[in-house]
Antibody, heavy 114, light 112 residues
Framework: QVTLKESGPGILQPSQTLSLTCTFS??????????VGWIRQPSGKGLEWLAN???????YYNPSLKNRLTISKDTSNNQAFLKITNVDTADTATYYC??????WGQGVMVTVSS | DVLMTQTPVSLPVSLGGQVSISCRSS???????????LHWYLQKPGQSPQLLIY???NRFSGVPDRFSGSGSGTDFTLKISRVEPEDLGVYYC?????????FGAGTKLELK
């Protein structure tokens, strides 16, 4: 059974760095072809794919967030991570991780506010 | 980025009825490996999106055969027959052929 669960700070201030963790089970990120992605959704709005990391440590970032994103993984502990630097109120959203592209976590709400 | 144009925005339906949702991409979604990475999701209120159809026409595990996907190249359709109450929510298409992956804006399926 594949499950994913996101965790994060809940609330942070503008200009801080957002650190998110995706803890998963039922698959391994060391298995050929496996990948985890991060997606976000502002309240009442659509979905935006942010970044991917693959079993071979290949990474892709959405250019719309320029150089603010860093994705990484800890294969031994079945976790993937996403950092977003210099956050702004526009980064307020529910953040999801997903095993590309079938199973999704429940999401974690993040609010950026001063 | 690949633009995904999804229509309609809102889709009123009667229970037991049939509906279609269209998703058109700004460029071909045929990957260099020969596959077409166009998927359909349903997001129910307060939940994360759940995969219904992957690679155009393949039903995901546990998805009833009332859901079917079709299309090729840049033009894709999701059909839902015999609509049931649990089918209500927002439907999204996703292309994962080209990075960044991009979603359609969503179609809200609601009762007439």
């Amino acid at each position: 059974q594949v499950t994913l669960k996101e965790s994060g700070p809940g609330i942070l201030q503008p200009s801080q760095t957002l650190s998110l963790t995706c803890t998963f089970s039922g698959f391994s990120l060391s298995t050929y072809g496996m990948g985890v992605g991060w997606i976000r959704q502002p309240s009442g709005k659509g979905l935006e794919w942010l970044a991917n990391i693959w079993w071979d440590d290949d990474k892709y970032y959405n250019p719309s967030l320029k150089n603010r994103l860093t994705i990484s993984k800890d294969t031994s502990n079945n976790q993937a991570f996403l950092k977003i630097t210099n956050v702004d109120t526009a980064d307020t959203a529910t953040y999801y991780c997903a095993r590309i592209a079938n199973y999704w976590g429940q999401g974690v709400m993040v609010t950026v506010s001063s | 980025d690949v633009l995904m144009t999804q229509t309609p925005v809102s889709l009123p339906v009667s229970l037991g009825g049939q509906v279609s949702i269209s998703c058109r991409s700004s460029q071909s979604l045929v990957h260099s490996d020969g596959n077409t990475y166009l998927h359909w999701y349903l997001q129910k209120p307060g939940q994360s999106p759940q995969l219904l159809i992957y690679r155009v026409s393949n039903r995901f595990s546990g998805v009833p055969d009332r859901f079917s996907g079709s299309g090729s190249g840049t033009d894709f359709t999701l059909k839902i027959s015999r609509v049931e109450p649990e089918d209500l929510g927002v439907y999204y298409c996703l292309q994962s052929t080209h990075f960044p992956y991009t979603f359609g804006a969503g179609t809200k399926l609601e009762l007439k």
